[in-house]
């Protein structure tokens, strides 16, 4: 397979971001493009403005030819990529390059992944300040220890969907997309607060020009130094470039003594917008580290009254008499030395580096922090590597992790597990008592296997066959052995008998321990699990579950994660019901349903999503149209974000045998989603295991590549969407169908008020409210009767009483109505029927033997009756009826009525058996009162006599 085949960039992910970057996926933005791996590549180096749509297929074959797809995240003026042509912030972010990202305090609006990097966004609400934009980049990536080198207002940043294409192509994912998080930069700033420095150094004797500024006027130097490089002429490249800015950037430093920061942003502002082309944050960054310490201009040398630098050139400073000392500070009228200029007095005095990296780990900056330790690490041979694990250590400001002594972990309240031989029993049950008490175990049993939670960290499981989920999804996860050992070896003091010293010695738990653990089903005391919720659902008995936490009652686990939701009365009034319905069919008002049963459906779909975990069945809910881009997986996402504040986790259609179809939907369900979505199914759809996930409260089968039985609950809610879906067998009797059809030509063209998606994200609070308060008001009776007169649907009654009940309580079409359309397109139903009818039209209701059937059928007068059994029994070639085919299928169809029609087996006649279709009415004998008189009921679709039930 070559490069470019696998180069597909993700359109959808590429507008997802922006939409919540810009406020709208169509919104003007400026784009970038560089190659990833060849710099001087100028063909493929090109800048956008407009909306992605626009540049979409361009941004795609320059992506393909090698080049990265970045964005502006800032707002520019669309005339430029430059510094002067930004208007307006939209953002903070930080860049981890080693993706070992630190826990952040306040959620960000947008996580995305880059290969081993991760950017942190957070969405800035409108009049921030532009000045204010690199100083909280600088102190957001002191916090998290992240790159430094994106501080400039016009920085670019790589879309979501494109490919990363340094080494390894791999495409950038869009892990988090929460727009409706926004925040000021103070707000910020404070949930990301940095320590102060700790017992900071004398102040050494640095060097001294013709004027040593204090701190005080910093503001007054750095509006100095912009001044003076409005004067200076941009830096070309080709004529010299290089050197013009490296004097510029030496001028700024040392004369205007500027720390690395404040010489970055001068450089950024006043300067870097006029060279051709603009230099990029890192060789910025790199001139001004080489300003620092290379040059022999005094410091302060441009800060003379009449600005001009009076010092002689080349003067070499003269070094500190002694270097300074870690001291406890003087009092406050005495003069301390910045650790910056500690750091540069004892690199010039010679001093020993051990001496160094304490003072150099207390500097805050991390430009200027990283720039000195460049320079230590190249005056004394000292490795990067090396020198940034010393700085880690020495750093004091760093929360080390507290390793354990064996002698005596520091973890009070932790029981002590003596092993001793004999007592395997008593030390599980022990292990168990120490797990489940120790904190931060959570731990739970459901259906034979020990299990815990946990949210995924990952935009989707890749593996094929698997169910994709987004970046956050709550998934159950069986409890494994490697697992349950560092748990236990945490939860307790463990302690065994040295064979020498026979004195007890700290040891980790035992993996014999873990093993019989995990193998003692129906002795554990864990609690039990029935499943995992994120938004408040109805028990059994009625009442509301929104206490989040384990509820004793139903054995859920209700973990709403960020959302906030308010209290749900259960004892609504008519009018809170009646406006709660009014704003379900308001957030589906813009979906082309081609009926109102179609859109019962669909509310059908929310409501059980939202109450599924207490129903012991509830049907499939199937979303369909005639053309593509529709809103069909739209819909699913909606169903999803609701119940999970999250889209629709979804499996491929299934394209596998029976046997491992079952096992990887058991797979699936033992993970505990709320909700699964077969999308865009493009054949027939009906297999067995999902018919039987459907009806039954737990399945079991084993896992693939393992020998052990397992059993899954099914209570999940399935949606299915596909162009002009069909379902076949036994599913049709199983499923919903709800029809979209927005009669274009080019749906995809459409124009909507909102973003629905968007929309419901943003009012998931009030949509649950509203959907459980709709159920709640039928349930107490404040709409009428509680179980309105439904048709009776096998398998699926308390999910008629609960959710059908409701909607057809405030006045809507049954959903279950549907289900017509459903039975009408289903193949096998049809090809029965008409095999029956052209028999009965040659036969009626004679009895024959299958190969008279056949015979006849190769008659020219019966062509109709040919051509039907060449669908059912044909043979490969499509040609001849196949007689063993033929056979199979009418003993198959024995006694199933269809178009009020069955198969009946009559008898032999000279030995053969004779098979007859009976219409309308049969003769036999009644085995309760010998009549002979039998009608077909339409009510019950079953042949009934008529002594024992007169008609009427």
């Known amino acids: 397979m070559d490069g470019e085949s696998v180069i597909q960039p993700d359109y959808r992910a590429a507008a997802v971001f922006i939409a919540a970057l810009a406020g709208s996926p169509a919104a003007p933005c400026t784009f970038q493009t560089f190659h990833d791996s060849v710099k001087d590549r100028k063909d493929v180096a090109r800048v956008f403005h407009g909306t992605l749509a626009s540049n979409f297929e361009e941004l795609v074959a320059l992506n393909k030819a090698g080049a990265g797809a970045y964005l502006t995240i800032s707002e520019t003026d669309l005339k430029g990529r430059k510094l002067a042509n930004v208007v307006g912030l939209r953002a903070l972010f930080v860049d981890h390059d080693d993706g070992e990202a630190r826990e952040t305090p306040l959620q960000p609006s947008i996580v995305v992944r880059s290969g081993h990097g991760l950017h942190r966004y957070w969405l800035l609400k409108p009049g921030e300040l532009l000045e204010r934009f690199a100083p909280a980049l600088l102190h957001l990536a002191a916090y998290y220890k992240s790159d430094t080198n994106i501080l400039g207002l016009n920085r670019v940043m790589r879309i979501p969907g494109f490919w990363h294409q340094k080494g390894q192509p791999f495409r950038v994912d869009l892990v988090d997309v929460r727009p409706q998080l926004k925040y000021t930069i103070d707000e910020v700033l404070t949930a990301h607060p940095i320590e102060k420095k700790v017992d900071p150094p004398k102040r050494a004797h640095v060097v001294k020009a013709n004027r040593t500024p204090s701190d005080d006027d910093l503001e007054k130097r750095i509006f100095r130094a912009k001044r003076y490089c409005e004067k200076i002429d941009g830096a070309v490249s080709g004529q010299n470039g290089h050197h013009d800015t490296w004097n510029t950037a030496i001028k700024v430093v040392r004369g205007f003594n500027l720390t690395p920061s404040a010489a970055f942003e001068v450089l950024a502002e006043a300067y870097n917008p006029r060279c051709i082309p603009p230099w990029s944050d890192d060789e910025l960054i790199h001139k001004i580290e080489g300003a620092t310490h290379d040059s022999k ?216 321990v873990c093993s019989v653990l995990l193998s003692m089903a129906g002795e554990w005391t864990a609690r039990p699990m029935l499943g995992i919720i994120e938004a408040p659902t109805i028990r059994p008995d009625g009442s509301i579950l929104q206490d989040p936490g384990y509820d004793e009652a139903t054995g859920l686990v209700y973990d709403p994660g960020q959302a906030q939701f308010s209290p749900i009365s259960e004892k609504p009034t008519i009018e809170e019901a009646r406006a709660a319905m009014t704003r379900l069919t308001d957030l589906l008002e813009e979906f082309p349903f081609v009926s109102k049963v179609d859109r019962s459906v669909a509310i059908s779909a929310i409501l059980t999503a939202l109450v599924r975990k207490s129903l012991p069945s509830a049907p499939m809910h199937a979303f369909t149209a005639p053309k593509m881009r529709t809103g069909k997986t739209m819909l699913a996402d909606v169903v999803a974000l609701l119940a999970t504040g999250r889209p629709c986790p979804v499996l491929p259609p299934n394209a596998l045998r029976p046997e491992e179809e079952k096992k990887r939907l058991l797979a699936v369900l033992l993970g505990g989603d709320a909700v699964i979505c077969y999308d865009n199914i493009e054949r027939p759809f009906g297999d067995p295991a999902i018919c039987q996930a459907l009806t039954q409260q737990v399945v079991s089968d084993r896992i693939l590549g393992e020998s052990r039985q397992v059993y899954a609950p099914t209570n999940a809610t399935f949606l299915a969407t596909g162009n002009n879906l069909t379902f076949t067998g036994d599913i049709t009797v199983r499923v919903l169908l709800s029809r979209l059809d927005p009669q274009l030509e080019h749906p995809e063209e459409r124009t909507f008020t909102r973003d629905i998606a968007a929309y419901a994200l943003k009012h998931r609070a009030e949509l649950v409210a509203a959907a459980l308060t709709t159920l709640v008001a039928h349930r107490s009776g404040c709409l009428g009767v509680y179980r309105p007169n439904l048709k009776n649907w096998a398998g699926f009654g308390e999910w008629q009483a609960m959710v059908a009940g409701t909607i057809v309580a405030y006045g809507m079409p049954d959903p279950a109505d549907s289900r017509r359309e459903v039975e009408d397109k289903d193949s096998t139903r049809s090809y029965l029927g008409e095999v029956m009818l052209q028999w009965w039209n040659v036969f009626n209701d004679r009895p024959v033997t299958l190969t008279d059937v056949m015979k006849c059928a190769n008659i020219s007068s019966n062509e109709e009756l040919r051509q039907t059994l060449l669908q059912c029994a044909g043979d490969h070639a499509g040609r001849e009826i196949n007689p063993r085919t033929f056979t199979n299928y009418v003993i198959k169809n024995v006694g199933r009525i269809e178009r009020g029609m069955q198969i009946r087996a009559a008898g032999t006649a000279q030995g053969v058996r004779v098979w007859r279709v009976i219409k309308g009415i049969e003769r036999f004998q009644c085995k309760s009162c010998d009549g002979t008189e039998f009608r077909l009921s339409k009510k019950t679709n079953t042949q009934i006599c008529t002594t024992c039930w007169p008609e009427g």
């Not at 003269?318 to 003087?330: D, W, Y």
């Not at 709550?474 to 020498?500: F, G, N, S």
Request: proline residues 9%; hydrophobic residues 40%; contains cysteine.
């Open 297 to 512: 201009l005094p410091i302060g040398f441009l800060l003379e009254k009449d600005g001009r630098g009076a010092s002689p050139r080349g003067a070499v400073p003269r070094p500190a008499a002694k270097a300074p000392e870690l001291e406890e500070p003087e009092p406050d009228d005495a003069p301390v030395a910045a650790p910056a200029d500690a750091v540069r007095a004892m690199l010039t005095s010679g001093e020993h580096h051990d001496k160094i990296i304490p003072v150099l780990a207390l500097i805050a900056d991390p430009v200027e922090r990283e720039i000195l330790s460049n320079r230590l690490a190249y005056e004394r041979k000292i490795s990067k590597t090396v020198l940034k694990q010393a700085l880690r250590l020495a750093n004091p400001r760093r929360k080390l992790l507290s390793l354990v002594k064996r002698e005596g972990p520091d973890r009070p309240g932790a029981p002590t597990i003596v092993i001793e031989p004999g007592k395997l029993h008593e030390t599980v049950v022990a292990a168990e008592a120490a797990l489940i008490s120790s904190a931060g175990a959570e731990v739970y049993q459901r259906t034979g296997t020990l299990v815990r939670l946990y949210r995924t960290e990952s935009l989707a499981l890749r593996r094929s066959g698997e169910v994709e989920r987004p970046i956050g999804a709550l998934v159950i996860r069986p409890l494994d052995t490697p697992y349950l050992l560092a748990r236990l070896t945490a939860a307790a003091h463990w302690r065994k008998i040295e064979t020498r010293s026979q004195e007890l010695v700290a040891c980790d738990a035992p993996e014999q």
